[in-house]
Structures are given as structure tokens and as C-alpha cells.
């Protein structure tokens, strides 16, 4: 794989169209999920340069960082609480506009405006979540969510992977 696969200076939705493949490639034939979240969040923080990129994995009642990119983030999220754990509750992605107007929201970076969560679903069950963060207001809207819950489809789905 090259080294610089991944294209800047497009529209949106041109950069996930390049990035989909990529992500697919990279994805290929590797089952270890933590590697395969570690890889996702890296190629999606290079390509559209958020403010924190990662994974927080189910374990019990609570969300668990996983692999991301990005400043220091909360190790620890409870069922309901925030943005992501919202996410896990009402099992739906969650896009906020503006974090200082969500109820609840966590505040691990006052550098975060913006954000996007969406729920990683494995044999009917959600498993994790894919957390991205923008220093920006604004920054998610519907082609973020519709690439983002088709790029952790590719990350369940593409090969068996082992948690």
C-alpha cells in the first residue's frame, strides 16, 4: 500500500468516495478488530484533519476508549451519558451541531464544537462507537452519516472480525 493513498483538497463526499476503497483495502483479509478501528480512525483523521477521531468499545454498562487519533479523551463513558453514550442508548447516530447545546454533553476537550457519534452494531447488538470530533461549529451533517455508518458496516462486516 502507498504510503499517500489518501486524497485532500475535494469536496466531501469526493473524499469519502476515495477513501471507501481505501478503507476496504486496508481492511482485507485483517480480523483483529482493534486493529482494523486503530486503521479506520487513523485514515479518517488524516483525510478530513478532525479535532479527534476513535473508538470507544462496549464493555459492560459503559463505553471504553478504544483506538483513536487525537488529543488525551475520556477512558470512561456510562451508559446514556454525552453524546456517545446517547449514541449507544437510543442506538441511532447522533450528529451535534453545537456540543454546548446538547444536555449532558462531556466535555474531555473544550476544543470540541462539533460532533458525530455512530453506533457499531454486531450480531444485533451495539459493540461500539465510532466518536469523531471537529474543532469547528457545524462541521457533520447527512453525508457524514451516511459515509460514516457505511464505513463501520466495512469494519463489521468485510471480514470476521474477532473482538
Known amino acids: 500500500?502507498?504510503?499517500?493513498?489518501?486524497?485532500?483538497?475535494?469536496?466531501?463526499?469526493?473524499r469519502y468516495d476515495?477513501?471507501?476503497?481505501?478503507?476496504?483495502?486496508?481492511?482485507?483479509?485483517?480480523?483483529?478488530?482493534?486493529?482494523?478501528?486503530?486503521?479506520?480512525?487513523?485514515?479518517l483523521h488524516e483525510t478530513f484533519g478532525f479535532w479527534w477521531t476513535g473508538f470507544y468499545r462496549v464493555i459492560g454498562e459503559e463505553l471504553v476508549l478504544?483506538?483513536?487519533?487525537?488529543?488525551?479523551?475520556?477512558?470512561?463513558?456510562?451508559?446514556?451519558?454525552g453524546v456517545c453514550g446517547t449514541a449507544w442508548v437510543k442506538a441511532?447516530?447522533?450528529v451535534v451541531p453545537d456540543v454546548e447545546l446538547f444536555p449532558g454533553h462531556i466535555a474531555c476537550s473544550s476544543a470540541s464544537r462539533s460532533e458525530i457519534v455512530v453506533p457499531i452494531w454486531q450480531e444485533?447488538?451495539?459493540?461500539?462507537?465510532?466518536?469523531?470530533?471537529?474543532?469547528?461549529?457545524?462541521?457533520?451533517?447527512?453525508?457524514?452519516?451516511?459515509?460514516?455508518?457505511?464505513?463501520v458496516e466495512l469494519l463489521v462486516n468485510r471480514v470476521g472480525n474477532k473482538r
Do not use: H, W
Not at 483513536?68 to 470512561?76: I, L, S, W
Not at 444485533?124 to 469547528?136: C, T
Open 1 to 14: 500500500m502507498s504510503e499517500q493513498l489518501i486524497i485532500k483538497g475535494e469536496t466531501k463526499q469526493e
Open 18 to 43: 476515495a477513501l471507501l476503497p481505501q478503507i476496504e483495502a486496508v481492511l482485507e483479509g485483517e480480523s483483529d478488530f482493534i486493529a482494523n478501528m486503530a486503521n479506520v480512525a487513523a485514515m
Open 66 to 81: 478504544g483506538p483513536f487519533q487525537g488529543p488525551m479523551a475520556c477512558t470512561r463513558i456510562r451508559k446514556g451519558r
Open 92 to 94: 441511532e447516530t447522533q
Open 124 to 151: 444485533g447488538k451495539i459493540i461500539a462507537v465510532l466518536d469523531i470530533d471537529s474543532a469547528q461549529l457545524a462541521t457533520f451533517d447527512e453525508t457524514d452519516r451516511l459515509y460514516l455508518e457505511r464505513i
